[in-house]
C-alpha cells in the first residue's frame, strides 16, 4: 500500500479532524504543514535542519526538476531522496501550476501543454503521461496529477472546459501509473469560484477512487472572503478517510481556515520566501528586520519562539545580516519561519485533540493582531 489515511479523530465544534498519512518514507500525522524544497532543496536548509524544525513531509516541483538537472539524472543518482539526502516523505506537484504561473508562451491543448522553458526559452512539452514518467524517475512517495490552474478570475465557460479537461487528465495520470506500492498518485479539484463546477470536480475527480484529493486553483489572487467561502463549501464535501490537501496556501490565518475546513495538509512557498527578503512571522503579527527600529533591538526575533535563531540571535544582529546582505540572514530568518509554522501546526493538532481548536484560534489571531 503506497498511501493511506487514517482518520483518528474529527473535531466536535468544527470539521476539522486528526489524521495519519502512512507512506513508504513514514507516517505524517495531520494537520500538517509542508515545506517548499522546489528544487531538491528547501532553500537555504541543509535536510538535518529541515528535519530538526519538525518538518515531516517535503514538496518539490516536476517543471523545475525536468528542466534542471532533468528527471534522467535524479533517477540515475538513485532518485529524489537519494539525490537530496532526504529520507521523509516527499509530495511532487505535477508541473502544472509551474507551467501557467512559470512558462511562457504556453499552449494548452487536449494532449497537454507546449511552453517554452523560464530558464533558456526552449520549447518544451508536457502531457499527463510525461509528467507521471518524470514523477516516476523522481521516486516521490506522493505524485499530483496534471491539472490546469483556472487562473482567477476566469468565465463559467472556460471553468468548465478547464476542470474537465484537467479531469480527463487525471484519468490518463491514473492509467499511465504502474507501481501504486511506491508511489500514490493524488488527484487535483478545480472549478474556479463557482460552487456547482467545484461540485462538477470533486464528483469527476474522486470517482477515480485515489488516496488522496487536492483543491487546486484557490489563494489565486481571490479576495479573502471568497477564498473562505469556496474553501468551507469544497473541503467538507471530499472524502473523509481520504487524504485533503489544499494546495498553495500557508500564511496563519488561511491554514486555520484550511484546517477548521477539514483540510489535512497545505503547503506554501510564502514563509521561505518572506524570510529571505527580511520579513518574519512572530507570535505578535509579521515584522520586517531591516526597519531601523530593530537596530538597538538586542530581544529575541519572537519571545515566545525556542528555535534555534530566537535562542540564540538577537533583533540587532540579524537585522545587521540583512543589512550586509549575508548569506547567514537567510539562513536564521528561514529556521524561524518553517519553526514558527510547523510549531503552529503541532500546536493545531494538540488543540483539535483537546477540543479547544475555535478558542486556541481566537487566542491566535489576539496576539497576532488579526482581531
Ligand atoms: C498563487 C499561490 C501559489 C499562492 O496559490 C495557488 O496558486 N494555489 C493553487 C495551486 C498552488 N499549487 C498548485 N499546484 C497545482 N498542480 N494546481 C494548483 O491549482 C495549485
Ligand atoms: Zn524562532
Known amino acids: 500500500m503506497a498511501v493511506r489515511f487514517e482518520l483518528l479523530k474529527e473535531s466536535s465544534e468544527c470539521n476539522a479532524r486528526l489524521g495519519k498519512l502512512y507512506t513508504p518514507h513514514g507516517v505524517i500525522e495531520t494537520p500538517i504543514f509542508m515545506p517548499v524544497g522546489t528544487r531538491a532543496t528547501v532553500k537555504a536548509m541543509t535536510p538535518e535542519e529541515v528535519k530538526d524544525l519538525g518538518a515531516q513531509i517535503i514538496l518539490s ?32 506537484d505535477s508541473g502544472g501550476f509551474q507551467v501557467f504561473s512559470l512558462g511562457k508562451l504556453r499552449k494548452i491543448s487536449e494532449e497537454g501543454v507546449e511552453f517554452r522553458s523560464h530558464i533558456d526559452g526552449s520549447k518544451h512539452f508536457i502531457s499527463p503521461e510525461k509528467s507521471i514518467e518524470i514523477q516516476n524517475s523522481l521516486g516521490s512517495d506522493i505524485m499530483m496529477a496534471l491539472d490546469e490552474c483556472t487562473p482567477y478570475p476566469s468565465d463559467y465557460e472556460y471553468t468548465k472546459e478547464s476542470l474537465e479537461r484537467t479531469t480527463r487528465w487525471a484519468k490518463r495520470c491514473k492509467e499511465y501509473h504502474k507501481d501504486w506500492d511506491r508511489q500514490a498518485l493524488f488527484g487535483i479539484v478545480q472549478g474556479g469560484m463557482y460552487k456547482d463546477l467545484r461540485e462538477q470536480s470533486i464528483k469527476e475527480i474522486t470517482d477515480l477512487d485515489l488516496p488522496g484529493y487536492a483543491i487546486g486553483g484557490l489563494s489565486v489572487g481571490e479576495p479573502k472572503e471568497l477564498y473562505r467561502d469556496m474553501l468551507s463549501f469544497t473541503a467538507p464535501k471530499l472524502p473523509k478517510n481520504k487524504a485533503r490537501y489544499l494546495m498553495g496556501v500557508g500564511s496563519p490565518d488561511y491554514l486555520f481556515d484550511a484546517v477548521i475546513s477539514g483540510i489535512d495538509m497545505a503547503d506554501c512557498v510564502l514563509p521561505t520566501r518572506i524570510a529571505r527578503n527580511g520579513t518574519v512571522l512572530t507570535s505578535h503579527g509579521k515584522l520586517v528586520i531591516k526597519n531601523a527600529e530593530y537596530k538597538r533591538d538586542f530581544g529575541k526575533l519572537d519571545p515566545e519562539c525556542d528555535c534555534y535563531t530566537c535562542k540564540n540571535y538577537s533583533r540587532a544582529y540579524i537585522r545587521h545580516l540583512f543589512n550586509v546582505d549575508e548569506i547567514l540572514a537567510a539562513r536564521l530568518a528561514t529556521i524561524h519561519n518553517l519553526y514558527f509554522l510547523i510549531k503552529l501546526m503541532e500546536n493545531i493538532r494538540t488543540a483539535i485533540k483537546e477540543d479547544r481548536l475555535l478558542e486556541y484560534r481566537e487566542q491566535f489571531y489576539k496576539k497576532y493582531g488579526y482581531i
Open 61 to 92: 516541483n516536476t517543471y523545475h526538476l525536468y528542466l534542471k538537472p532533468g528527471h534522467k539524472l535524479i533517477e540515475e543518482a538513485g532518485g529524489l531522496h537519494k539525490f537530496m539526502n532526504w529520507d521523509k516523505p516527499i509530495l511532487t
